[in-house]
């Protein structure tokens, strides 16, 4: 098994189109040397990977990923996009679950789990993302919701699929509002999630990112908790000088447990 990653992973949500991502690329790339065990991954808007994917082909520490992809490789889905299609734009990861498709655009428990598998037969790497909403949080629910979330996903998977699978924890309270989770709270959440997995005998050391409100100033102490693999960062992504500044400061703060394996496919 190779030698396992921290993972910057950049989400740009519905920002850039292929010339910004390119002009974005341009800027980054000299900000940031390639480390030692260190992935930088980015999900720009499914019309930007070809064109980030080419921007950054030099660097093998970075990854690009869809946003989102149906599971039909192909048919009548309207405004859809299969998992071949990203693929041949140059994606090699896609998010799965991100809050905003579940609460905005309604996707189930039930379809992200499809979308996972279909990743997973498709030689892609989903990040699937599980958290709870406010009310849920407030109402003493968080774990019965990730409980479930995630229920869903290990359903759908053999426990020999988890070595290509990463999760994120993003309470859907802390995305976008600059509330983040304290690193103690996030850390119990994720020691949760590795909990369930050991409880439905997902032996392999999954990756679990923290995502919600992380910017330069709490990624490092994010960071030094030993259950945070990782961010998933929306808007602190979208400047370069930002990102690079996030990358640089978490990565030095990070305390890398040994043991730690790469997730994705080549
Ligand atoms: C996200 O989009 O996954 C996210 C965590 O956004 P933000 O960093 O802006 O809260």
Redesign the pocket.
Known sequence: MAERSLIFAA?W?MNYGPSEARAFAQKFLPLTAPAEGRNLWFFPPAVSIGALSESMKSRSDVTIGAQNVHWEPKGPFTGGISIPMVKEAGARLTLVG?SERRHMFGETDDQVAKKTRAALSSGITPLVCVGETLAERDGGRTEQVIVRQLGSVLQALKVDDWSRVVLAY?PVW???TGKNASPDDAAQIHELIRMELGRNSVGVRVPILY????SKDNVAELLTRPQIDGV?????SLQAEGWADLVEKGSKAKVRPSGWHDAVEG
Request: glycine residues 32%; proline residues 0%.
């Open positions: 989400n949500k991100h993003e802390a995305i976008g995502g919600g409100s992380v998933l960062v929306g808007g602190a």
